[in-house]
């Protein structure tokens, strides 16, 4: 079993299925993607029923309204916004940017940073982030850089859901800027984090070399209607904007975001379930004998402490109770020795639990190699 052969990203139930030898019809709680159990908002099937007829005109290619209102939200001009089509193209943009240059991905990171490095000839030299505590040193990070035009990595990380400290992202985009290499921190995670004021948007004022990505997808509950945006310094976005085909985001996805962003009750009732479910549920892992990573966002990362095979044994056992964790085969350096969960609703959460009594029960009794 190789790490290609397993589904590059969450939300992916057939392959699964039927590598483990079950129907590819199951129906399967999916707790390997990390989306908003609270969305889509309740009136965006309205919405979008009420909008059918602009499907026949073209979107505005410039998207200026969609850029005015997340300027407004995040506190920048909207020059300095480029909407894009989910946080995936923005990567991909993000490298286009430095094509043919060398580029380090910090891992285990989201599998996007190296297809895009590859898609645009961007030679690497990864770093890696260890586990259990995924700790970075950016003097460390930045000595190893070398010749490094373009820095990926994700904050809060996925997989781990740890937030890198902010001081630790200052001095690292401190350090790169004197090197003249982009930093990219994809922060499509950032939303679940308690403190608004975590992300770091702040310091696009500062530094012209630092591209934030985000993705509204996670938040809202719409990969599949997808929709997401970069933000930089201005001439950063004019350059990136050369490599988007016109119209990539479409047109309801573009109307979407000024709604989307205005609405403060959805926003009030993620917190609250934020507040509520993620410490229960990282209770509740640890109390069956996980190994947790402390996640400061929407998922964890799990282990069993008899290692990787046991670990890995798992998956199979809650895919046939209906439950489709995130194998973490294709993560650099976790190699398929963790699982990641996504934060549910209280009932998704218990039935994940549960699943997860009944298999370990299953290992206790023999039943689990
Ligand atoms: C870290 C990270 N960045 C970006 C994305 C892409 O998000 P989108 O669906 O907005 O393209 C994902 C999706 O899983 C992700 O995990």
């Known amino acids: 079993m190789t790490r290609h052969d397993w589904p590059l990203h969450g939300g992916q139930a057939m392959p699964l299925l039927t590598r483990f030898g079950l129907p590819e019809d199951t129906p399967v709680l999916d707790v390997s993607a990390n989306l908003n159990p609270l969305g889509p908002p309740a009136w965006l099937s309205s919405w979008l029923a009420e909008r059918m007829a602009t499907i026949s005109r073209y979107p505005d290619p410039e998207y200026r309204k969609a850029r005015i209102a997340i300027a ?14 989910g946080g995936a193209e923005a990567i991909f943009i993000a490298a286009a940017l430095h094509a043919g ?11 996007e940073y190296a297809r ?4 645009h000839g961007l030679s690497r030299h990864d770093t890696h982030l260890a586990p259990p505590d995924f700790l970075l040193d950016p003097d460390a990070l930045v000595r190893g850089l070398g010749e490094c035009r373009l820095l990926f990595l994700c904050r809060p990380h996925n997989p781990s859901g740890k937030l890198i400290p902010r001081q630790t992202m200052e001095r690292l985009i401190e350090l790169t800027k004197e090197r003249d290499c982009h930093v990219v921190v994809d922060e499509a995670f950032i939303d679940f984090v308690d403190d608004p004021n975590e ?4 310091l696009l004022a500062r530094f012209d070399h630092l591209i934030l990505l985000r993705s509204l997808t996670k938040l809202y509950t719409l990969p599949g209607l997808r929709v997401g945006y970069l933000l930089a310094d201005s001439r950063t976005v004019e350059r990136a904007k050369a490599f988007q085909p016109a119209w990539s ?10 709604p989307l962003l205005d609405d403060h009750d959805f926003m009030a009732r993620t917190r609250e379930w934020l507040a509520t479910e993620r410490p229960r549920l990282q209770a509740d892992l640890g109390k069956l004998g996980l190994e947790v990573v402390p996640s400061q966002t929407n998922f964890f990362l799990v282990r069993h402490p008899h290692g990787r095979e046991t670990t890995r044994s798992l998956l199979p056992a809650l895919l046939r109770r209906g439950v489709m964790v995130r194998h973490t085969e294709s993560f650099p ?13 209280v009932e998704d959460n218990d039935r994940l639990l549960s699943a997860l009594a009944d298999s370990l029960a299953e290992y206790r009794g023999g039943g689990i190699p």
């Open 72 to 85: 407004d939200h995040e506190g920048v001009h909207p020059d300095q916004v480029l909407l894009t089509n």
């Open 101 to 111: 240059e060398a580029a380090t991905i910090v891992q285990p990171g989201f599998a």
């Open 116 to 119: 895009a490095c590859t898609a």
């Open 199 to 202: 992300a770091l948007t702040p």
């Open 249 to 258: 985001v479409n047109g309801l996805a573009a109307e979407l975001v000024p």
């Open 333 to 345: 350096g976790l190699d398929g020795g963790w699982l990641r969960v996504a934060l549910r609703g």
